[in-house]
């Protein structure tokens, strides 16, 4: 069964969409199970200024997703790049073993992102 707060998260996304004028963007798969996220963000100021994702997935993977976005939104970068599966994984109220997966694409595309807007900026 999902908590009430990952279903919240995957029947309400937060910052789920496209971002246009992003700093980085980034696509990330798991090959086990087919689920990607795409993840994007805006800099200012050494802050996450916007950040959207899209998911195609299992409801946790998408859960993951918004619960991410929430996480890092106006957060510096480098304390955006120390939030980690755990974080994810019990602001959504924790995960099915099945489902564990879908925390660490979560981090792993935000950490990408973060990459690719080092190398850009």
Do not use: W, Y
């Not at 800099?43 to 993977?61: P, Q, S, W």
Request: with cysteine; hydrophobic share 45%.
């Amino acid at each position: 069964m999902f908590s009430t707060q990952l279903l919240d998260h995957f029947q309400n996304p937060r910052n789920a969409g496209r971002l246009a004028d992003a700093d980085a963007s980034v696509r990330v798969e798991n090959p086990v199970c087919g689920d990607i996220l795409q993840l994007s963000l805006r800099i200012e100021d050494g802050r996450i200024a916007e950040i959207r994702f899209l998911a195609k997935g299992c409801v946790a993977a998408v859960a993951c997703g918004s619960a991410v976005t929430e996480l890092a939104l106006a957060k510096g970068v480098r304390e955006a790049r120390e939030i980690c599966t755990e974080d994810v994984v019990r602001a959504v109220g924790g995960l099915p073993e099945a489902s564990a997966h879908a925390g660490q694409l979560a981090v792993e595309a935000l950490r990408a992102a973060l990459a690719e807007a080092r190398v850009r900026g």
